[in-house]
């Protein structure tokens, strides 16, 4: 059965303390991971997928990496408004059925 | 004008309802879903359809019923439903089934059971 692992559940910085969220994964065959960022009370906003290990994409003071068994999503100096859960998503090819992790919470304190 | 677009934003029914959500994708996307979500759980999803067809149908109980009278337009009837069915409800939508491809979400219809 797949599976997505988020960690820490909840994380809390400092404005501009560097951190990253964990997303570990047991997949029968990775076709694409997704990280999507939610605000309370809205649906997930799409971030980045990755498609292959070693794949890199950045935006603003967000970057994702991909390895062959979890992805990062680093997030450098960050700011109030980052305050948001961050969700990571598996689609191993089975008709675009996402599986989901629980996500992470991030709260940055000014 | 937002890409997926759900209403209501918010509805409170009771268990002996008969309510609609409705979802409007202006994406030009093929695909279209609905995703329940529950409070420190994992999305789960509950239906896909793909060109108007339903092609999943994720172990949902009657009482959701759903209908793509368009590949723009996704409904999910409710009716009879039960406490533990509150929940966050999102409609979401993708360029077509193929893997890898991004799926869009809306910003969701929060329904409480009463």
């Known amino acids: 059965e797949d599976q997505v692992t988020q960690s820490p559940e909840a994380l809390r910085l400092q404005e501009g303390e560097s951190s990253s969220l964990n997303c570990s994964y047991t997949?029968?065959?990775?076709?694409?991971l997704f990280w999507y960022r939610q605000d309370p009370g809205k649906g997930p906003e799409f971030l980045f997928t990755l498609y292959s290990a070693g794949e890199e994409k950045e935006k603003e003071r967000l970057k994702a990496t991909l390895t062959k068994k979890e992805s990062f999503l680093h997030i450098t100096a960050p700011k109030p408004e980052d305050s948001a859960t961050y969700l990571c998503a598996v689609d191993t090819g089975a008709n675009s059925k996402l599986t989901f992790g629980k996500g992470i919470t991030l709260s940055v304190r000014p | 004008e937002t890409g997926v677009t759900q209403t209501p934003r918010h509805l409170v029914m009771g268990m002996t309802n008969k309510k609609s959500l409705k979802c409007e994708q202006h994406l030009g996307h093929n695909a279209m879903y609905w995703y329940k979500q529950s409070a420190k759980k994992p999305l789960e999803l509950m239906f896909v359809?793909?060109?108007?067809?339903?092609?999943e149908n994720n172990s949902v109980p009657s009482r959701f019923s759903p209908e793509c009278p368009n590949s723009s337009h996704l409904f999910l009837h409710l009716h009879t439903l039960q406490p533990e069915d509150s929940a966050l409800y999102l409609c979401a939508s993708s360029q077509d089934r193929q893997t890898g491809n991004t799926i869009y979400f809306g910003e969701g219809s929060w329904l409480t059971v009463v």
């Open positions: 359809y793909s060109l108007e067809e339903r092609v």
């Open positions: 997949v029968s065959g990775l076709r694409g």
